[in-house]
């Protein structure tokens, strides 16, 4: 769920180690009980414990409520992906 990485030297926000949190995901039956909350800050622990600093995830742009998680634990949107699908 958290990983570190190195930032390449071309990225346009910063360089060097970045934790990345990918893939939380809380299943819709026991969605709304604070485990997401809980996922996240244990990513956070776990970075913050490996020396992280900086920590990156991904949200897609139709999920409210984790960008709604996201932003209460303080991260900032900084970037948009586009996505458009061609027709054959």
């Known amino acids: 769920m958290a990983r570190v990485y190195d930032e390449d030297a071309t990225a346009d926000n910063g360089t ?3 934790g990345l949190i990918d893939e ?3 299943s819709a ?3 709304g009980k604070g485990i997401g909350h809980m ?3 244990d990513c956070m622990e776990w970075l913050k414990r490996t020396n992280i600093q ?3 995830l991904h949200a897609y742009s139709w999920n409210d ?3 709604c998680i996201y932003e209460r634990k303080g991260f900032k949107a900084y970037a ?3 996505e458009k ?3 054959e």
């Open 39 to 41: 996922l996240l800050d």
């Open 24 to 26: 939380l995901f809380v």
């Open 54 to 56: 900086r920590v990156k």
């Open 16 to 18: 060097g180690q970045i």
């Open 29 to 31: 039956s026991v969605r």
């Open 80 to 82: 948009i992906s586009y």
């Open 65 to 67: 409520s984790a960008k």
């Open 85 to 87: 699908w061609l027709e």
